[in-house]
């Protein structure tokens, strides 16, 4: 089985903060994808990242970055000098060939609220 | 180039009535998926096609609720004898294989009075 678990359901923070959405998945295969996935208060769903299981090279993209570390099973997304465009709710995902037929498991979402 | 696409973007139906919401997704993807989101919820898979396999419904909710898929593109999906409790967001993603990442539509509000 799979499983992914965004223990943070809110977080708020002021303009500029950083800010770490956290991200913990479970999983038997040793081959498998991470995302992320943002959903802005307007409702459209849209994909930010994808991660092999091979690759543990962080990402970095403008303000945001990602932490991929096997360890710890974690896979915690970044938010440097947040704005209030950040707003939004951020899930995290993880799919694998061998498990649920390929298809992904998602977390239950972390909203993050940027304050002016 | 044109993302996924859904219509109608709002639906109010009455109690009983059956409604259908399409999907039109990106072009070249075998992959599509349907979701229900309530308020304020995550995402509840419904169900899933790719390619011209038949199609992973172990998520739908119940019999009242099926989908095909034409052509291997377009996507309908149907709720019959709506309930109030069908009332949410549908959406659609579409993506290249059932593995990779997930393109969205913009859902389909659907309001069952």
């Known amino acids: 089985a799979q499983k992914v678990t965004q223990a943070q359901t809110e977080i708020s923070v002021v303009e500029k903060e950083d800010v770490t959405l956290d991200c913990v998945y479970e999983?038997?295969?040793?081959?498998?994808?991470l995302f992320w996935y943002k959903q802005p208060p307007s409702g459209e769903l849209v994909f930010l990242i994808r991660r092999n299981s091979f690759d543990e090279q962080n990402e970095i993209s403008g303000r945001y970055s990602w932490n991929f570390q096997k360890s710890t099973s974690s896979f915690n997304f970044t938010i440097t000098a947040s704005q209030v465009v950040d707003s939004a709710v951020y899930f995290c995902?993880?799919?694998?060939?061998?498990?649920?037929?390929?298809?992904?498991?998602f977390g239950d979402g972390t909203t993050l609220t940027v304050k002016p | 180039g044109a993302g996924v696409s859904q219509s109608p973007s709002n639906k109010v139906t009455e109690k009983g009535k059956d409604v259908e919401l399409r999907c039109d997704p990106i072009?070249?993807?075998?992959?599509l998926y349907w979701y229900r989101q309530s308020l304020g919820q995550g995402l509840e898979f419904l169900i899933y096609f790719q390619g011209n396999s038949a199609p992973d419904k172990s998520g739908l909710p119940s019999d009242r609720f099926s989908a095909e898929r034409t052509g291997g593109s377009v996507s309908t999906l149907t709720i019959q004898r709506t309930q109030q409790e069908d009332s949410a967001v549908y959406l659609c993603?579409?993506?290249?294989?059932?593995?990779?990442?997930?393109?969205f539509g913009p859902g389909t509000r659907l309001t069952v009075t």
């Open positions: 999983t038997r295969d040793t081959t498998y994808y």
């Open positions: 993603a579409s993506g290249v294989a059932v593995v990779y990442e997930q393109y």
């Open positions: 995902a993880l799919s694998s060939f061998n498990t649920n037929a390929g298809k992904s498991t």
């Open positions: 072009s070249g993807h075998t992959a």
